[in-house]
């Protein structure tokens, strides 16, 4: 089945720091990809998406390209804000299932500290 | 536009109660997801319903069942809770249910479930 595997965390960063946290995949068919945000208390937040391999995803300078060749999915930001404290998610989307159902990675803590 | 509204924000049940989930999607949406997130998870999927029919099932038991209403709104039921239960139960809602390459999902708030 489909599966998605990002690395653990928590992930502790001072402010500016160029923040990376890798996303892995594994889905039968052309999943969409996806990286969503949970800030503490609150639901989710779609942070950016992929719809087709070399596609990049971008927003609130993150970045993510849909690496196909490597199944991989990572998450980039050159200088991370102490306000980008947060839970980050990658998910896939793979209409092969017969719904768009989300499949997520356990999440990745970020930390930013001034 | 309003979001996803679910309700109630808060819940507290003990073990073998019955629970009803309520949620609103986003007007103009027909499809609406469940999933659960446990403590420290990623959420996972419980239903999709779209047009008033089951789309997807995720790996859950009999005890979870759910049903859309002509106005595209949802309930998640859950009987016979099990403390595993305890979870943050996340419904999103998409505009379409198939046919379309892509289907963004836009999530409510959600509703903390505790059992006892």
């Known amino acids: 089945g489909d599966s998605v595997t990002q690395m653990e965390g928590p992930v502790t960063l001072s402010e500016e720091a160029f923040l990376t946290i890798n996303c892995t995949y594994t889905a039968t068919g052309y999943p969409s990809l996806f990286w969503y945000v949970q800030y503490p208390g609150e639901g989710l937040q779609l942070l950016l998406k992929?719809?087709?391999?070399?596609d990049k995803g971008s927003n609130k300078g993150f970045e993510a390209t849909y690496r196909k060749e490597t199944t991989s999915f990572h998450l980039e930001k050159g200088s991370v804000q102490v306000s980008d404290s947060a839970v980050y998610f990658c998910a896939l989307s793979d209409s092969g299932a017969g719904s768009y159902q989300l499949t997520f990675g356990k999440g990745t803590k970020l930390s930013v500290i001034p | 536009d309003a979001g996803v509204t679910q309700s109630p924000t808060h819940l507290i049940k003990t073990r073998g109660q019955q629970v009803t989930l309520r949620c609103s999607p986003i007007s103009g949406h027909k499809s609406v997801s469940w999933y659960q997130q446990v403590l420290g998870q990623g959420p996972q999927f419980i239903f999709q319903?779209?047009?008033?029919?089951?789309?997807g099932r995720g790996n859950f038991p009999d005890r979870f069942s759910a049903r859309q209403f002509p106005n595209y709104s949802s309930e998640l039921n859950v009987n016979a809770l099990l403390l595993g239960d305890s979870a943050l139960y996340l419904c999103?809602?998409?505009?379409?249910?198939?046919?379309?390459?892509?289907?963004?999902?836009?999530f409510g708030p959600g509703t903390r479930l505790t059992v006892l």
């Open positions: 319903y779209y047009e008033k029919e089951e789309r």
């Open positions: 999103a809602s998409s505009l379409e249910g198939q046919g379309s390459s892509y289907n963004e999902q836009f």
């Open positions: 992929a719809t087709k391999a070399d």
